[in-house]
């Protein structure tokens, strides 16, 4: 019989952690995952990333004299070292070790989304070795254009580079081939188009992975959008990871 120190120690060491190229609907699944009750962070930004998360990535990519346009996978020396239960902590910005202690009895799932976590992952698996991991696919083609549109809008994050699509490509293919090199984790790979298109059978694996109830928050904050890409490159359709996930 597991006790129940036992099943406290296992939620505290499985965060989920979603990763994932920028522009796949990593925000959107960040938000449904919240509102089924996983709790994504206490203070997150408008993309729905937990700040605190977000920036230990952000500096360990800058100590590598790296980011996240031009990514590569940060040694552990760059990183700032915390503790778990202070991480744990941040994230549900808990203030003494009592009401702590009630979070952790408690047994709230927990889990943060950054794209950043693509790169950073293999330091966070030695952190949380019992993570679940969500990666989130979205067309190659669509992320270029989204990209690319992303530059026009006031305010976003911006960089020139991505104005030409092929670049933007060429991105997300850095970002597949990062993500889908990790055989060892317990890691979901899932379509962000099957997810707006509601479609059962990939929605019921989400929802065992996690052993959350998803489909009702997702139905709510998934909007079924139609492909933007009308026309591409020959080119595309010769990348492995477009041959893999969107052939036939």
């Not at 060892?184 to 707006?196: G, N, P, S, T």
Request: charged share 25%.
């Amino acid at each position: 019989m597991i006790s129940a120190f036992d099943l406290i120690h296992h939620r505290l060491y499985s965060p989920v952690i979603i990763i994932g190229m920028h522009r796949s609907g990593t925000s959107m699944l960040a938000e449904v995952l919240h509102k089924s009750g996983i709790h994504m962070g206490e203070d997150r930004d408008h993309n729905f990333e937990a700040l605190h998360f977000l920036s230990i990535n952000q500096r360990a990519m800058w100590e590598a004299g790296a980011d996240w346009y031009k990514p590569i996978r940060p040694p552990d020396e760059c990183f700032e070292h915390h503790s778990i239960h202070e991480l744990f902590k941040i994230h549900f910005r808990i203030h003494g070790n009592r009401k702590y202690l009630f979070h952790k009895l408690l047994n709230k799932p927990w889990g943060w989304k950054d794209p950043r976590n693509t790169f950073t992952l293999p330091y966070w698996l030695q952190r949380f070795p019992k993570a679940k991991v969500i990666h989130l696919i979205r067309h190659g083609w669509d992320v270029a254009l989204s990209l690319q549109n992303r530059n026009t809008i006031p305010g976003e994050v911006h960089h020139p580079e991505l104005d030409d699509p092929m670049a933007g490509f060429a991105l997300w293919n850095m970002y597949m081939s990062q993500a889908m090199s990790y055989t060892f984790a317990d890691i979901l790979h899932i379509r962000y188009e099957d997810l707006i298109q509601h479609k059962k059978e990939q929605i019921n694996q989400l929802e065992s992975f996690l052993n959350v109830k998803i489909n009702p928050q997702l139905s709510a904050i998934a909007k079924q959008t139609q492909r933007t890409r009308k026309r591409y490159p020959d080119i595309i359709d010769q990348n492995e990871w477009i041959h893999r996930f969107y052939s036939g």
